[in-house]
């Protein structure tokens, strides 16, 4: 297990689009322990992001192994009032507790993932609501967002930020359109994204996105993502 997270990553507190933040392995055997503070490090942002009222954090966990279903990997903080079981949604998505008492306790975290298989990954998103209409403004709002964070933690300017990413679950299907004075109707990729520049948004005036369907999330998208 790697004790730590080396300092040039943590530096690293936004990475727009599907980019990990800070990624850390959480397992070493085939099942094993890592400590609660290595994890905090990684999670630490999610405290800061909720401070925002346009983002919302993400956090998820991959493996490197593509045949491992997501719901299927363990996770469990062994700490002195009981266990507690972190799950892991079919899409990787999970919610770890993350607390100050916790962080002094520093209680070991279990998984059942071999050796250097798994990433624990923080996203900073924008929080849309729950209706399937958004207007423009809203999304400039939160992108805003996503710079002062980033301003904030890193004491820098945010690389530049051209849109939004859109991810949808089993999302081949999903539909955007782009209303205003005309109509622009975009089709998710096979791995579920759409993508919405603020040039193609700024085609009309006052735009608003119309989602098909809910995205299980919306992240800031920068052209220089490769």
Known sequence: MRPGIEESVMKTLVLLASIALAPAALADEA?????????????SPVVKIATYDHLVAIERIESKDASVRPETIRVVIHAKSGAINVPVSPTG??????????????PPVETNQPKGSLALIVNVALKLGGGLRVPWTDIEAGLGQVKQFYADTQGATAPTISGVEAHFAGGKEAMLTIEGKSERLLMADPAGRIIVTREMALESSAPVLVFSRAPEFVVPYSDNKK
């Not at 998505?93 to 520093?106: C, H, I, M, Q, S």
């Open 31 to 43: 099942t094993s322990t890592t400590p609660y503070t290595t994890l905090y490090q990684v999670l």
């Open 93 to 106: 998505e999970v919610k770890f507790p993350v607390t100050d008492a916790l962080r002094a306790e520093n």
